[in-house]
C-alpha cells in the first residue's frame, strides 16, 4: 500500500470512517521520498527503532524495511482500526498505544530491544511539543544512539545552532550539551496535503558518551541556561539574579574570574562558559 498517495489514504480513511485531528499533528505527508530518506540515515539491520507518533504508519513502514525492529507510541486509540491494515506486511513492528511523554521508555527499549545492537528513535514530531519530546529524551538518559526527527524549520533551525549565535535558545544548549546536532535536509511545504504554512527539516542528533562538558550540578546548570535565555535582552547579572535569587555582586564576580564583562547578556556565553559560571555560583 502506497501510504504517501493522496487518494489511497483517502479511501482508506473513508472506509473506516476516521479523519485526521490536527490537534495531534496528524497531516498527510504526499512527497515518498522523505520517509526512506530518513530510515536510511539511522537504522540497518541490527538496529532497533523506537518510534514516536506512527499515524498512519507512512513512516513505520520505512523503518521497518530497515531496521531489525521498530516499536511505535502513538496516542491516538482511533488508530487501533488501521495500523493492522497499513503495516499488515511489517511483521518487525509492534505499535503501543499511550503518551510517549508518560510511559516508561527506558523499561520499552529494555523490555524490546535486548537482541538489537543499538537503538535509535525516528519521528515525525507532532509539532506542539517538538522541543518537550526532545528534551525529554535527552534528559531520560535513555541507551540510545541516535534521535532523527522531523521538525518544523525553524525548530530545526534553533535546535541545531551554535550555542552563542543568534539563532541559539536554552533549548539549543540542552541538545549540544548531550548530542552532536545536524540539519540532513529540508522538507517543503508542498510535501504535505494540505499545505501548512511552515516548511520542516530532518535534524539528526547523535548522543554523545559524555556530556559536551562537564558540570558539578547539572540541574543547576540547566536552571542557568533556562534564565540566561529567559529575558534576552537584560544582562546576565539582571536576569540571573531575579530568577535564580543569586546575588548581583556573587554572578559579578563569578563572570569576572572567567574573563567576561558583567553587562554581558546570557545569550552571548559559549556552552563551555555556561558550565565554568554554573559551578562558580
Ligand atoms: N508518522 C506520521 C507521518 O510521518 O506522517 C504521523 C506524524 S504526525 C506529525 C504526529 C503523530 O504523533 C500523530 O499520529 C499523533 O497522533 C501522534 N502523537 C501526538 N502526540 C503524541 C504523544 N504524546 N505520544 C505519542 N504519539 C503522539
Known sequence: MNLSDINTIRSLLSSKGFSFKKSLGQNFLIDSTVCPAMAESCCDENTGVLEIGPGIGVLT??????AKKVVAIELDERLKQLLPITLADCKNVEIIYGDAMKLDLKRIISEHFGDCQRV??????????????????????????S????????????????????????VTVAVTFYAEKEILFHVGRESFMPAPNVDSAVIQLKIRK????????EKKFR???????AQRRKTLVNTVS???????????????KIGLSDTVRGEQLT???????????
Open 271 to 281: 556552552i563551555e562558559q555556561l558550565a565554568e559560571l554554573s559551578d562558580n555560583i
Open 223 to 229: 536552571l542557568l541556561t533556562k534564565s540566561c535565555f
Open 61 to 66: 513502514a520505512e523503518l521497518s524495511k530497515c
Open 120 to 145: 535509535c528513535v525516528c519521528a515525525n514530531l507532532p509539532y506542539y511539543i517538538t522541543s518537550p519530546i526532545i528534551m525529554m529524551l535527552l534528559e531520560s538518559r535513555l541507551p540510545i544512539d
Open 242 to 256: 531575579n530568577t535564580m535569587g543569586v546575588s548581583k555582586e556573587t554572578l559579578r564576580e563569578a563572570l569576572n
Open 147 to 170: 534521535i532523527t526527527v522531523m521538525v518544523q524549520q525553524e525548530a530545526a533551525e534553533r535546535l541545531c545552532a551554535e550555542v552563542g549565535s543568534r539563532d541559539a535558545g536554552a
Open 210 to 217: 559524555e556530556p559536551a562538558v562537564k558540570v558539578k550540578d
